[in-house]
């Protein structure tokens, strides 16, 4: 495709670079979304501390060490990534879909010289930036309460930021398939809360049944957790590889197919 | 030959078994503004969509088509770069204020921030929109979100515009200034096309007009020929005949639409005598349009 080729009077025809296009819509994100920065920048700091005073102080009195550390340590390190899954599958169900069949916010975009491809990479990678944002308050929250025992905890938000495109790509996916917005339902009752309950958040999962490890390992924030605690606490381990190539491949994987699927739908 | 900006040949669109457009052929010559006529599910705006890439036309033998002497299957990003496309449906960005929307616009297009903030002050000031910048669009009437929309299609400064019913259900006011508005853009050179049910609209600002129905191209022409070419001259409407028949003359051509006749003649003085019959406020006698050449193409059944 020659994309610099003239016409008679039409001047030269060059459209915004790929790197441009998938900006810009990550930028109409940013602006959407700061501009109820308060509303939308509150609860990522508030959440943890319920968590850490609802369970962390309630039921860590009743749990002994766990991996040489206390309960409320463990669920502190445990809490960093899960807002930025929540935050990133609400972003690609709820918002992708509202965008897509009430707002026709995706109509208005491809009628700019932007791709399909473009809309969607530029989605993933917001709400991937919105999970570093959310990884970010939470890190901050507990290491105010002095539960961060190693500086290496400062690259976990980088680890939110994987977590957001992964559960982005996880989500439009889905949405490709939906055509009733109460269909999330299924998915969140079915998916998203069981995958909160059994990645290792608030307990450790070697003392679950085998097969239910095996579940839980095909859970993609099983793996986010896992990194997230190997930085939290300073101990790594070659396993950590292929966490980190799960959620590679499961972003690429998922991610391909959600755009190859909605596109379908925008483009008749 | 004058250029063209856009070359069809034997479209072809299917939805599995619905054809919404069949062979369809036709050319647009630069700077002027052309029209599709046609009812609800004649196909005007699958075309449309398939000249910029929103829809695509069939993969076998779905003919060809040219924009700019760009191929939408290929190049849809090369043809949205130089084309202002507005939508049937308002999709502003709700979330977003006036300026905001254009703001993010510009830089769907990787204009530079000085450069779109004064494209932008022009756009608005050219849909006389400038006092409203900072409403958030839940503010805006229909009749300026349409405006809007029009801004939003000219801040990439196009050479075509594709406007798809640019002004079902606004008031005639608005109605008249968006058409002063894509006057003044044709005169500036830019290609204009418009679907509309609005015989109107056509007749006023389209230089040439393809009146589709079911799919394909019934008609072709400036919209004056074809009323010269197609129906009579003159028209006498008569209202709630009921059962009452009218004895037309040879001369007339007749037509029935529920409970009216309506009587098509060329020659005035035999239809001004047939309304003598009639006590006014029965009937209707005026210079036949768009409108009657439309219907009579068309039919005058309901399409849905």
Redesign the interface.
């Known amino acids: 495709?020659n994309?610099a080729?003239t016409?008679?009077?039409?001047?030269p025809?060059?459209?915004?670079?790929l790197y441009?296009?998938i900006?810009?819509?990550w930028?109409?994100h940013v602006?959407?979304y700061t501009?109820h920065l308060i509303s939308n920048g509150f609860p990522p700091f508030v959440e943890p501390l319920i968590f850490l005073a609802g369970i962390g102080l309630g039921l860590g009195s009743y749990v002994g060490l766990i991996d040489g550390k206390t309960y409320i340590m463990f669920l502190a390190s445990g809490i960093i990534v899960p807002p930025a899954m929540f935050t990133a599958t609400f972003e690609c169900t709820f918002g992708t879909f509202i965008r897509l069949e009430f707002?026709?916010?995706y109509?208005?975009?491809?009628?700019?010289?932007?791709?399909v491809k473009d809309m969607f990479i530029g989605e993933i990678l917001f709400a991937g930036t919105k999970g570093f944002f959310f990884s970010c308050a939470v890190l901050t929250v507990i290491a105010g309460f002095g539960l961060v025992e190693s500086g290496m905890a400062v690259f976990t938000p980088f680890i939110g930021f994987i977590t957001g495109l992964m559960f982005a790509a996880l989500a439009l996916f889905v949405t490709s398939f939906v055509k009733n917005i109460n269909h999330f339902n299924f998915f969140f009752t079915g998916v998203v809360t069981p995958m909160f309950f059994f990645s290792g958040i608030v307990f450790p999962l070697d003392n679950l049944p085998e097969f239910a490890r095996w579940i839980a390992a095909l859970f993609p924030l099983m793996h986010a957790v896992r990194l997230v605690r190997a930085f939290c606490f300073n101990s790594f381990d070659p396993g950590l590889f292929f966490n980190l190539a799960y959620m590679i491949i499961f972003i690429a994987l998922f991610g391909s197919m959600a755009i190859k699927r909605l596109k379908k739908r925008?483009?008749? | 030959m004058k250029?063209l900006a856009i070359k069809a040949k034997n479209v072809h669109k299917t939805?599995g078994n619905l054809t919404a457009v069949n062979n369809l052929s036709f050319d647009v010559p630069?700077g002027i503004c052309f029209g599709f006529l046609g009812p609800n599910g004649a196909g005007k705006t699958t075309m449309m969509?398939m000249l910029?890439?929103?829809?695509?036309r069939d993969s076998v033998q779905g003919g060809e088509v040219s924009v700019?002497?760009?191929d939408p299957k290929?190049?849809?990003?090369?043809i949205?770069?130089?084309t202002g496309?507005v939508?049937q449906?308002?999709?502003?960005?709700?979330?977003?204020s006036v300026i905001?929307n254009l703001m993010?616009?510009s830089?769907?297009?990787?204009l530079p921030a000085k450069q779109a903030r004064i494209f932008i002050q022009n756009v608005l000031a050219f849909m006389e929109l400038s006092d409203k910048k900072d409403a958030p669009i839940r503010q805006l009437s229909g009749g300026m979100k349409r405006r809007l929309l029009i801004a939003?299609?000219l801040i990439?400064n196009p050479?075509l515009l594709i406007l798809d019913e640019p002004t079902t259900g606004l008031d005639p006011q608005v109605r008249h200034m968006i058409w002063d508005k894509l006057r003044d853009l044709k005169k500036q050179?830019v290609t204009i096309l418009l679907t509309t049910h609005y015989m109107e609209e056509a007749f006023q600002i389209c230089d040439d007009l393809i009146i589709m129905n079911k799919g394909e191209k019934v008609m072709q022409g400036p919209p004056a020929y074809l009323i010269d070419k197609h129906i009579e001259t003159y028209v006498l409407e008569l209202l709630h005949t009921g059962d009452k028949t009218c004895d037309a003359k040879d001369a007339v051509r007749t037509e029935f639409m529920n409970n009216r006749m309506l009587l098509y003649a060329d020659d005035f003085e035999i239809i001004k005598q047939i309304s003598d019959q009639f006590k006014a406020g029965d009937f209707i006698l005026r210079q036949s349009n768009l409108e009657d050449v439309f219907l009579k193409i068309t039919g005058r059944k309901l399409h849905e």
């Open positions: 495709m994309s080729r016409m008679a009077d039409l001047g025809v060059r459209p915004p670079t441009q296009r900006f810009s819509v930028l109409r602006r959407v501009r707002d026709k916010v109509d208005g975009m491809i009628s700019a010289s932007l791709t925008i483009v008749n | 250029e939805y630069r969509k910029f890439g929103k829809a695509e700019f002497g760009y290929e190049s849809a990003l090369e949205k770069f130089f496309i939508s449906e308002d999709n502003l960005d709700q979330e977003l905001q993010i616009y830089k769907f297009y990787a939003r299609a990439n050479k050179g």
